[in-house]
């Protein structure tokens, strides 16, 4: 065992270097790996060392956790697999049971576990939280978390901090009221929950016309970060419901399309950012938060880097919430080019959605996604799978029925036009592209740095990439055989090398050198 026991409010496994302990490997969000072993002057030789298939069809958009020599990997819907890290091995399969009529918005989908001591965590598609024993995945604790006949479903990888395991929600397209929510780790008693709509009392619910706050969505179903030194946990929230027509929620709608910063213990907010007030085409501000500290116009500063997908690259302030820059990085006809000295949009006319559709960049995918980006402390830059394409927005009946869908309208890509995508390498202090890998098509796949000097990702059409961290040049590529809705990790095997893994088609592909 490769593990010191630190003794803080419990017993938590300190992590090893060839560990991937959180959903972006670290609790800052960089998607970043120290291990060098491969490099750009072996990546030539990297090869499929073992692959996993799977036995169901759903989507699989999981990335993994590896702690010595084991991952743990969620299937779809909701199930969980430990597998042995140099030979692809089944050591134990969990199946989640789950009632005949959980509604859904997006794929029976899981995008990954946690794990603290010997628990594996995992949210459920019926909305409920279970730890599971990390070898024998027998559950040691269930707990309901919401109720998924009003719409509720958790498809989010827990973020671990201290000894509590944080959750959000995801069924913004129901209606619901998004929360984040935290848990004892050893019992499953909830510890706090802060609501991601104003209640009554609140000076926000001003921001959502009569009481369409109450039903307003902003759910948060991509893992949030967390900075130990303040103590703050950042996470972002869902669009506004419905997704599509405003005309009941008139005004900004807080706090949907914001960053939450919130205090890890109490789960009260300190400070949130709304980047697109009063949405109303389906931009969730659910992008992976990225923490670093950084020199800003002389002066170390703690920043927050946030690509996001209504097509604003921004740097705020993560003591403050104070908005640092703003730029755009990918084509959008919805603004004017330059945010206000808040970081508001400048709203253009004639932008919203109509009974007959309006044609808006970006579309309803937005700039960028649910893929994860990823952070390099030597190169300094941010690397982000982009996307570009315009959209036709409709307009619709929006009327709210409590556990149905809600949202006013559809969307459709521009006829005519092929949407195309992009790997860029964004420098923080200027919001502006050092390079970009092009793709032919967009690809939902996110992005891993390393310490070798190399990004890896996945094309659309299944191809595992890596390129030139500096430069973006392609190093390597192999074919496989699917498309890619997951996020790639490094890791160390029992038998000392370094490996790539990443879910493709309905498979786990982990890669190595020899």
Same mark, same amino acid.
């Given at each position: ?146 109720? !998924? ?84 946990? !950042? ?36 400070? !949130? ?109 941010? !690397? ?131």
């Amino acid at each position: 065992m490769k593990y010191l026991l630190l003794l803080t409010t419990s017993l938590v496994f300190a992590q090893a270097p060839g560990d991937w302990l959180h959903f972006q490997g670290n609790q800052q969000g960089h998607r970043y790996s120290a291990l060098k072993q491969i490099n750009k002057t072996n990546i030539a030789k990297l090869k499929p060392a073992w692959t996993m298939q799977l036995d169901k069809t759903d989507k699989f958009e999981a990335s993994p956790i590896a702690r010595d020599g084991i991952l743990f990997v969620s299937e779809p819907p909701s199930d969980v697999t430990a597998v042995e890290s140099r030979s692809g091995k089944v050591l134990w399969r969990y199946k989640r049971v789950l009632p005949d009529n959980v509604p859904f918005c997006c794929g029976k989908v899981n995008r990954g576990v946690a794990i603290l001591g010997d628990l594996i965590f995992i949210g459920t598609l019926d909305a409920h939280l279970v730890a599971l024993d990390a070898s024998t995945g027998n559950v040691v604790w269930d707990v309901k978390v919401a109720d !998924y006949k009003k719409g509720y479903s958790s498809t989010v990888a827990p973020l671990i901090v201290k000894d509590k395991v944080i959750i959000g929600s995801a069924g913004g397209e129901f209606g619901v009221k998004g929360y984040i929510a935290a848990y004892e780790a050893k019992t499953g008693k909830e510890a706090w929950r802060l609501w991601t709509l104003p209640s009554e009392g609140d000076k926000a619910t001003e921001t959502w016309l009569g009481d369409s706050y109450k039903y307003g969505s902003a759910t948060t179903w991509v893992t949030g970060s967390y900075d130990p030194d303040l103590n703050t946990i !950042y996470w972002g929230t869902g669009n506004p419901g419905p997704d599509w027509k405003g005309d009941k929620r008139a005004g900004d709608n807080l706090y949907s399309d914001s960053l939450l910063a919130i205090d890890a213990d109490t789960g009260k907010m300190k400070w !949130y950012f709304q980047f697109t007030p009063h949405d109303v085409h389906d931009w969730d501000a659910t992008q992976v938060p990225v923490l670093v500290d950084e020199m800003w116009n002389g002066k170390m500063r703690k920043l927050v880097l946030f690509a996001n997908r209504n097509a604003f690259y921004y740097v705020l302030d993560r003591t403050t919430g104070e908005y640092l820059l703003g730029k755009q990085y990918v084509r959008q006809t919805w603004a004017k080019p330059e945010l206000d000295a808040k970081g508001r949009p400048i709203r253009l006319p004639n932008t919203f959605p109509t009974a007959n559709g309006n044609t808006v960049y970006p579309n309803s995918p937005g700039a960028t996604n649910f893929q994860a980006p990823s952070y390099s402390p030597l190169s300094k830059l941010h !690397y982000v799978m982009t996307r570009d394409e315009g959209g036709v927005f409709y307009s619709g009946d929006d009327t709210y029925k409590e556990g149905s869908w809600y949202l006013a309208g559809r969307f459709v890509s521009k006829p005519g036009e092929e949407a195309t995508g992009a790997i860029k390498a964004i420098e923080p202090k200027t919001g502006k592209s050092k390079w970009e890998f092009a793709l032919s098509a967009p690809s939902w796949s996110g992005v891993l740095s390393t310490a070798g000097g190399l990004v890896f990702a996945a094309t659309a059409d299944g191809d595992m990439i890596a390129l030139d961290d500096t430069t973006g040049k392609l190093l390597w590529r192999y074919p496989m055989g699917g498309k890619a809705f997951a996020n790639p990790i490094s890791y160390v095997a029992a038998d000392g090398k370094q490996h790539i893994a990443i879910a493709c088609g309905h498979a786990l592909f982990s890669f190595t050198v020899d």
